[in-house]
């Protein structure tokens, strides 16, 4: 079966738009391929917070991860600091990957740029060696990342390559391929920007832990546009557009045969704000049901770390021995 690796960030709340887009297309992969669901919290230290916060969202993450539907029997949901591997084959990556690729990383250019002045981490720059660590540990053929995050997989494979060569056949050669495609949500206050943790209002971001009214609220509010024709029509209409997509992600009708059934926005907007909340409700449930039972939470994410680090461990030996670092 393929191996597939999927990892997330422990960064901020998780909302509609990392739901409808990817994370629901998680739980149906789940029996299709052989599936690694890696929470990188390391990666999330290359920004600095305040003591605690990366441990509080990694919690809330995972029990995002179970609430939805991933099932620990399947699907191996990890987090990336309980398996100490990753580390470990990181240092490995940062002396196979050289300083001009590492230098080359667009992701590093535009976030040391933005972050001028303050304090950039050596952990920014080296993060995509981490990065390789943790699809090669996994022996990962196919990694879904979206366009920012393609770059990093050709490194990967670069830096594999070259370790084979080097070392002797040790490492998977991974591929970046397209996520299943998921819904596209947009700000429901700016439609034309994807919906995101970093919006300037919060008016237009949905979170998966927002409470059925404010949910309401927020769809009610959502910006249309002056005319009042009801019509899919994502260049012209891009507010009434995106509405039909989420309600389409919710019913499974398409868009455009649900726009046949509106002649007014109001309905539709309050149609979309029901068939929503109607969506998260079980979801919010189980979530709330796993954050009141840490202990059932932690046993979840022990299963995930012991798949995990059994797999991980067998290719840091063998990339050890490839090397021929002295046994212990
Ligand atoms: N860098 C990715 C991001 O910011 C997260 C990530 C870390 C990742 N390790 C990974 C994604 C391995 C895929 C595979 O979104």
Not at 123 to 128: D, E, H, K
Request: hydrophobic content about 40%.
């Amino acid at each position: 079966m393929t191996r597939v690796l999927s990892c997330i960030q422990p960064t901020g709340d998780v909302h509609l738009g990392n739901y409808l887009g990817a994370l629901r297309n998680w739980v149906a992969g789940q029996h299709e391929k052989d599936v690694f669901h890696g929470i990188v919290d390391l990666h999330a230290l290359t920004i600095t917070d305040a003591p605690g916060v990366v441990g509080e969202t990694t919690v809330d993450l995972a029990a995002w991860l179970f609430a939805i539907g991933l099932d620990p029997q399947v699907a191996t949901v990890f987090v990336q600091s309980h398996v100490a591997e990753h580390s470990q084959l990181a240092w490995i990556m940062e002396c196979t990957v050289s300083y001009g690729e590492l230098s080359r990383m667009t992701q590093f250019k535009d976030k040391s740029a933005k972050r001028e002045g303050d304090f950039i981490s050596a952990g920014l720059f080296t993060y995509p060696a981490l990065m390789a660590a943790d699809i090669l540990l996994y022996d990962a053929q196919e990694v879904p990342v979206g366009d920012d995050q393609r770059q990093h997989v050709e490194i990967t494979r670069d830096v594999a390559i070259r370790f084979n060569s080097r070392f002797g056949d040790t490492f998977v050669i991974p591929k970046a391929v397209m996520p299943a495609a998921g819904a596209r949500v947009m700000d429901l206050q700016d439609p034309t920007s994807k919906m995101s943790k970093s919006a300037e209002s919060d008016a237009g971001l949905v979170r998966m832990s927002d409470d059925p009214k404010v949910v309401a609220k927020k769809f009610k509010r959502a910006v249309t546009d002056s005319e009042s024709e009801v019509r899919y029509d994502r260049a012209a209409k891009p507010g009434v557009s995106n509405l039909l997509d989420i309600l389409s992600a919710c019913t499974g009708e398409s868009p455009e045969t649900l726009a046949t059934r509106y002649t007014q926005y109001g309905p539709l907007k309050t149609d979309t704000g029901d068939a929503v909340v109607a969506l998260l409700e079980p979801i919010q449930r189980r979530h709330r049901e796993l954050l009141d039972d840490r202990g059932e939470l932690t046993r979840l994410l022990r299963v995930g770390a012991e798949r995990a680090g059994t797999v991980a461990a067998a290719t840091l030996q063998r990339a050890y021995d490839a090397i021929g670092l002295l046994p212990r």
